[in-house]
């Protein structure tokens, strides 16, 4: 294995899951992808915004709105964009989700894709989603803690 291909390297991270939903569990998922998937995920072009997470019947489980734009340099036998891409994990952790969804208000999010090893690995998340006043409660946290972080930097900058 080549330096290039050892250890782990983020290609996108979805923020938005983050603002939107509170993360439960997590769970490292291969995905099944082209060649040329592969090759434009390499160059770093990819977006998780609109991407959801879905169990069809046969107990599979699939990425489903991700984009990952065609590679530059393909010919025909480019891929779709935005096809359904079937996520890689064992059937125990399939049941474990499936029965996590029949929850009221919990949902599969991707959280981000990466490449693990010179594989590509999709991080995914049993999570609940938050009420407006959740989100503005964890904003205004965060800001109160950007503050207080600057306030004390400003303090140790004086008492030199």
């Known amino acids: 294995m080549s330096k290039q291909q050892q250890g782990t390297s983020l290609i996108v991270q979805n923020r938005r899951a983050r603002h939107d939903y509170t993360i439960e569990d997590r769970y490292e998922a291969g995905i099944a992808l082209s060649g040329t998937e592969v090759k434009s995920l390499r160059e770093g072009r990819a977006s998780l915004a609109e991407s959801f997470v879905s169990i069809d019947r046969r107990g599979e489980i699939w990425l489903e709105g991700a984009n ?3 590679y530059l340099n393909g010919t025909w036998n480019n891929h779709a964009p ?3 891409r079937k996520l890689l994990l064992h059937a125990a952790e399939i049941a474990k ?6 929850a009221k208000g919990y949902t599969i999010v991707p959280l981000s894709l990466y490449f693990k090893d010179g594989r590509v690995k999709a991080e995914i998340a049993l999570a609940r989603g938050k009420k407006e006043y959740d989100k503005r ?8 803690k950007r503050e207080a972080l600057r306030i ?6 004086r008492n030199r």
């Not at 989700?97 to 029949?102: A, K, M």
């Not at 004390?152 to 900058?157: F, G, H, I, L, V």
């Open 68 to 70: 990952i734009p065609e």
């Open 82 to 84: 935005k096809r359904k």
């Open 97 to 102: 989700l499936s029965r996590g969804i029949e």
């Open 137 to 144: 409660q964890a904003l205004r946290e965060e800001q109160d």
């Open 152 to 157: 004390m930097r400003y303090a140790n900058m």
